[in-house]
């Protein structure tokens, strides 16, 4: 596969098979007591459409924090994109075309397969996701952050062992009301029979997890499996809701209620995802307005950061950083940042506009990832040769060809 066909793959919406039913929700239940009921979810059951740029955004946006520019760091960062080439389609005929992995990934083995399959189930998660709380709580703008985040601002109760991955934060548009919408646990296994084991154990992480309100309040969760089989390319994902009325009731509560939370631990909270766009932006001045205590002690003055560029993705400006990439079929160039009016916006200190431009972006992010026109500045035999992709959290990607 060269470098055309890759970015052809990943900017085209296709079908990720997988299941949430029945079957998956009884898995997951082995792994819950009564006080906790396993739900499919009907959207992702037998297929999810995505675009592979979307999963890799996910993945870059989901996995950064703390970045500092080491070489380790930056080879950290840069490296999530080998994934580009990461997938083909079954059948190039059939629309939407079905991904699998291609033969580059296949013949990845062993340790490197299971990392390979841990990370594409943290891009699917981020994915799925928003994807799931945007559907139970459609008038909400949503956060999703670093459980550890959430634990160090005492906001999500300390766990021994094993924690969930993220918290969904929301808050309404039309009330401005503060919440915690659930949990979100990302699993990914090379094994058919560990899969089964990892929806198990991801669904008892989600009940294990709960908030300090300041008495106990229980989280809906929601459980994904990637398996990066050696034949295919499959998920499984359910949903872990707490039981109505405690451990003698056998049925989930029918719409799990968001656990309203006062403005200085939203301002606490949110200030985590503010601290990451500033850092993708390379703005070091915002950082230091916007970052929690926490991570500006833990963000080495050391170091020299790239100057950062500015790049037009879906007709909105971003500024971040750009690395340019040698591959067969010619050189990549891959950028990543945040969208400047978000940037303008927390200068600026006004939460009524940083509102209003965080849902022009959503409407901007739904809008990429819903065209089935391959996105992209194409060559002459109609592959393109740039793909972008905005996150509904505000961050951007656009991967080109460099000689282009």
Same mark, same amino acid.
């Given at each position: 596969?060269?470098?055309?066909?890759?970015?052809?793959?990943?900017?085209?919406?296709?079908?990720?098979?997988?299941?949430?039913?029945?079957?998956?929700?009884?898995?997951?239940?082995?792994?819950?007591?009564?006080?906790?009921?396993?739900?499919?979810?009907?959207? *992702?059951?037998?297929?999810?459409?995505?675009?592979?740029?979307?999963?890799?955004?996910?993945?870059?946006?989901?996995?950064? #924090?703390?970045?500092?520019?080491?070489?380790?760091?930056?080879?950290?960062?840069?490296?999530? *994109?080998?994934? #580009?080439?990461? *997938?083909?389609?079954?059948?190039?005929?059939?629309?939407?075309?079905?991904?699998?992995?291609?033969?580059?990934?296949?013949?990845?083995?062993?340790?490197?397969?299971?990392?390979?399959?841990?990370?594409?189930?943290?891009?699917?998660?981020?994915?799925?996701?928003?994807?799931?709380?945007?559907?139970?709580?459609?008038?909400?703008?949503?956060?999703?952050?670093?459980?550890?985040?959430?634990?160090?601002?005492?906001?999500?109760?300390?766990?021994?062992?094993?924690?969930?991955?993220?918290?969904?934060?929301?808050?309404?548009?039309?009330?401005?009301?503060?919440?915690?919408?659930?949990?979100?646990?990302?699993?990914?296994?090379?094994?058919?029979?560990?899969?089964?084991?990892?929806?198990?154990?991801?669904?008892?992480?989600?009940?294990?997890?709960?908030?300090?309100?300041?008495?106990?309040?229980?989280?809906?969760?929601?459980?994904?499996?990637?398996?990066?089989?050696?034949?295919?390319?499959?998920?499984?994902?359910?949903?872990?809701?707490?039981?109505?009325?405690?451990?003698?009731?056998?049925?989930?509560?029918?719409?799990?209620?968001?656990?309203?939370?006062?403005?200085?631990?939203?301002?606490?909270?949110?200030?985590?995802?503010?601290?990451?766009?500033?850092?993708?932006?390379?703005?070091?001045?915002?950082?230091?307005?916007?970052?929690?205590?926490?991570?500006? &002690?833990?963000?080495?003055?050391?170091?020299?950061?790239?100057?950062?560029?500015?790049?037009?993705?879906?007709?909105?400006?971003?500024?971040?950083?750009?690395?340019?990439?040698?591959?067969?079929?010619?050189?990549?160039?891959? *950028?990543?940042?945040?969208?400047?009016?978000? #940037?303008?916006?927390?200068?600026?200190?006004?939460?009524?506009?940083?509102?209003?431009?965080?849902?022009?972006?959503?409407?901007?992010?739904? &809008?990429?990832? &819903?065209?089935?026109?391959?996105?992209?500045?194409?060559?002459?035999?109609?592959?393109?040769?740039?793909?972008?992709?905005?996150?509904?959290?505000?961050?951007?990607?656009?991967?080109?060809?460099?000689?282009?």
């Amino acid at each position: 596969m060269d470098v055309r066909q890759a970015l052809l793959i990943a900017s085209t919406p296709a079908l990720l098979l997988g299941r949430s039913n029945a079957g998956s929700a009884a898995i997951a239940q082995q792994g819950l007591t009564a006080a906790a009921t396993a739900v499919p979810v009907r959207a *992702f059951d037998r297929r999810y459409e995505l675009r592979p740029v979307d999963m890799l955004l996910a993945l870059a946006y989901g996995t950064r #924090l703390d970045y500092d520019r080491t070489v380790l760091d930056a080879y950290m960062q840069w490296a999530l *994109f080998r994934y #580009l080439g990461a *997938f083909e389609w079954r059948d190039a005929y059939h629309r939407p075309p079905v991904l699998r992995l291609s033969d580059a990934a296949r013949r990845v083995t062993g340790n490197q397969r299971r990392v390979l399959s841990e990370e594409l189930g943290i891009g699917l998660a981020v994915s799925l996701a928003h994807d799931w709380t945007t559907a139970l709580y459609p008038d909400f703008d949503v956060h999703l952050l670093d459980i550890d985040a959430a634990v160090e601002e005492r906001v999500i109760r300390p766990i021994k062992g094993k924690r969930t991955d993220y918290l969904v934060l929301g808050a309404s548009h039309r009330t401005a009301q503060q919440v915690l919408l659930g949990l979100v646990e990302s699993k990914g296994t090379a094994s058919a029979t560990h899969a089964v084991a990892q929806l198990k154990s991801g669904a008892t992480q989600l009940e294990e997890t709960w908030a300090h309100m300041p008495r106990r309040a229980e989280l809906p969760g929601l459980v994904s499996v990637m398996h990066a089989g050696r034949a295919h390319l499959a998920y499984q994902a359910v949903q872990v809701l707490p039981t109505a009325q405690g451990p003698s009731v056998t049925r989930p509560a029918p719409d799990p209620a968001p656990i309203s939370i006062d403005h200085n631990r939203w301002a606490r909270l949110t200030a985590y995802t503010w601290a990451k766009l500033a850092d993708l932006a390379e703005d070091d001045v915002l950082f230091a307005r916007v970052a929690p205590q926490r991570l500006k &002690g833990r963000r080495p003055a050391s170091g020299q950061r790239p100057a950062p560029v500015t790049r037009r993705i879906a007709d909105r400006t971003f500024r971040g950083s750009e690395a340019t990439i040698p591959l067969p079929g010619g050189d990549l160039r891959i *950028f990543l940042g945040a969208d400047q009016a978000i #940037l303008t916006a927390l200068y600026e200190e006004d939460p009524v506009y940083l509102a209003a431009i965080r849902r022009e972006v959503l409407s901007a992010s739904a &809008g990429e990832r &819903g065209r089935s026109d391959n996105l992209g500045i194409r060559d002459r035999s109609n592959r393109p040769t740039r793909v972008e992709a905005i996150s509904d959290d505000g961050a951007g990607i656009a991967i080109s060809l460099a000689n282009q």
